[in-house]
């Protein structure tokens, strides 16, 4: 099995969420990742959806997403053509005696503590997938806590987009 991480726009109104992990349970695929926002046309949001499967599963979504209503575009992303990050907050014991070592761990997986308490941290991290999980199996020894993640959102590579391209001399004022 290989993870597939699409990038799907879809119209931004109530119940396409819905509609969209319905039809992923209805095909019984279980969705690893699922990230949703606002684009820059309030009109539109950009999920991106992180399964595990084969090309035809990979494929089968990709058709059966281009037949509702609600989404204007699919694009199953390329691992090695895209840029893909997850952001997770996570909290860890460290009292006076173990919080410089893990500060220092922090600090090597360039990640950020955003909070201080007298036996924890809570540490931001932004990167991929495997550089949180590596975070959090050497924040393990120190004990985690709680951990809180995003999911993964994903771009692809160049120039093509998901979503009309905006002329940039407009976005930028010249």
């Known amino acids: ?34 990230a949703v926002g606002p684009t820059a046309d309030p009109s539109m949001s950009r999920m991106t959806i992180v399964i595990e499967g084969n090309e035809r599963m990979r494929d089968q979504m990709v058709e059966q997403l281009r037949k509702l209503i609600d989404v204007i575009q699919v694009e199953a992303l390329a691992t090695d053509a895209m840029v893909d990050r997850e952001l997770a907050l996570i909290k860890v014991k460290a009292d006076r005696v173990t919080r410089a070592a893990v500060m220092q761990v922090v600090d090597v ?14 540490v931001e991290i932004t990167g991929d997938g495997r550089k949180i999980n590596a975070l959090l199996e050497v924040l393990d020894d120190y004990g ?29 004022g010249s």
């Open 1 to 34: 099995m290989v993870r597939h991480t699409f990038g799907v726009l879809v119209e931004n109104h109530f119940g396409v969420l819905s509609r969209v992990s319905g039809l992923f349970s209805r095909r019984g695929f279980n969705i690893e990742s699922l």
């Open 109 to 122: 997986f360039r990640g950020q503590v955003v909070d201080v308490s007298r036996d924890s941290l809570m």
């Open 144 to 172: 985690v806590l709680e951990v809180a993640r995003t999911g993964t959102v994903a771009i692809g590579r160049g120039r093509e987009s998901l979503g009309p391209l905006e002329d940039v001399s407009e976005v930028s």
